[in-house]
């Protein structure tokens, strides 16, 4: 079976066989070793120097990641402007109305990009913000959201940018060169590891000022252990030797870049392939990620006729969320997959469509 929702993706063969590795005591220097090198390993993918920056890992899926970072780098007297249009943008607001953050939403409509200049008036409206929260790719849509546009209007009014990548990092490109103070991402989706283990990138001028509102995922006291190589509680052993594996094949491929570009040829075909089947793209190519793309459904098949049909054949595809669940489906090309993969996937489509 191929995957092609956004995570959890199919293995490569060398990602899976590294779950085999020997049982290992997360009190021991061999576990300290294996964290070392995946912290060391998520800050090379972006060239970004350890001094200034630090990969923090916890044990949870992607949403822990964006959770630790929101908790911890908005401080006790910040105020957070979420930026939201889409289902994760929507749950960085839950996360902040729970934690009693002080915040303040620019919603649009899930169909939009961000509006920048009303962005920009919210933020001119209320000095209190210290904060602006992001989805770098918004999943419910297949959505790019304009990072350095946001960057440019956090950067000259002195306000920081908190990233949720948890389905970009490793494959988009992203300029940690402005005012981004953290990303929240996750093994498994572009660096293809397993479910299981997540990080946030930070700032270590960000982590000086954190606040510690969760126990669990404070993500000042994670960063302070791993360290000094120790851990406040028991990772997901097995989700590190595969983030590890991950991260190796992940170089020995090319980096993000080459990643980048196998996720657009495989999104590419897909596009041209789906559009002469008369399911077009939802937005055109340079609006949307490479790693989703979300399609109209066809005029006579419903989408569990389509799922079942191509489940039949081998591959899982993804509805739309909520209310676009009657419009739309989505596919990703995260994890190995290759090209035949999608003619194969084509010629489903098309037995099943035509
Ligand atoms: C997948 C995803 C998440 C987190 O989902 P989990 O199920 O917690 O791993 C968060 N944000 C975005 C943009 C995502 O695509």
């Not at 996360?95 to 620019?106: C, F, G, K, L, S």
């Not at 297949?142 to 350095?148: E, S």
């Not at 994670?222 to 594996?245: C, G, I, K, M, W």
């Not at 657009?264 to 559009?275: F, M, Q, S, T, V």
Request: hydrophobic fraction near 45%.
């Amino acid at each position: 079976m191929l995957l092609l929702n956004p995570g959890p993706v199919t293995l490569s063969e060398r990602v899976r066989q590294s779950l085999l590795q020997p049982d290992l005591c997360h009190r021991e220097s061999e576990f300290f070793d294996l964290q070392d090198e995946a912290r060391a390993r998520l800050l090379d993918i972006y060239e970004l120097d350890p001094a200034e920056w630090a990969a923090v890992l916890m044990t949870g899926s992607g949403t822990a990641a964006v959770e630790s970072m929101i908790a911890a780098l908005v401080p006790e007297q910040g105020k957070l402007l979420i930026v939201q249009n889409g289902v994760y943008g929507e749950r960085i607001t839950q996360i902040a109305t729970q934690y009693r953050i002080a915040h303040e939403v620019v919603a649009h409509d899930w169909m939009q990009a961000p509006d920048l200049a009303r962005i920009a008036a919210a933020l001119d409206a209320d000095r209190a913000i210290t904060h602006v929260a992001v989805i770098h790719h918004e999943t419910t849509t297949g959505r790019l959201n304009d990072l350095q546009a946001l960057d440019a209007l956090c950067r000259v009014r002195d306000v920081r940018l908190l990233v949720d990548g948890v389905s970009s990092f490793g494959a988009e490109a992203i300029d940690f060169g402005g005012s981004i103070a953290a990303v929240a991402a996750t093994a498994n989706k572009c660096l293809h590891g397993v479910p299981g283990a997540s990080f946030v990138i930070v700032r270590r001028s960000a982590l000086e000022q954190a606040a510690s509102r969760t126990y669990y995922l404070d993500l000042g006291r994670l960063a302070r252990l791993q360290d000094q190589r120790n851990t406040p509680f028991t990772p997901s052993v097995h989700a590190y030797y595969a983030l590890v594996e991950a991260l190796r094949e992940l170089e020995d491929e090319g980096g993000w870049r080459a990643r980048h570009a196998r996720y657009a040829a495989l999104a590419e075909r897909a596009r041209a392939g789906l559009e002469a089947l008369g399911m077009p793209a939802l937005w055109p190519s340079e609006q949307s990620s490479v790693v989703l793309r979300a399609y109209r459904l066809p005029a006579r098949l419903s989408y569990p006729q389509l799922h079942d049909g191509l489940k039949e054949r081998g591959f899982v595809i993804y509805a739309g969320q909520g209310g676009l669940s009657a419009e739309l489906f989505r596919i990703s090309t995260m994890g190995n997959i290759q090209l035949d993969d999608i003619e194969r996937l084509l010629q489903g489509f098309k037995a099943l469509t035509q």
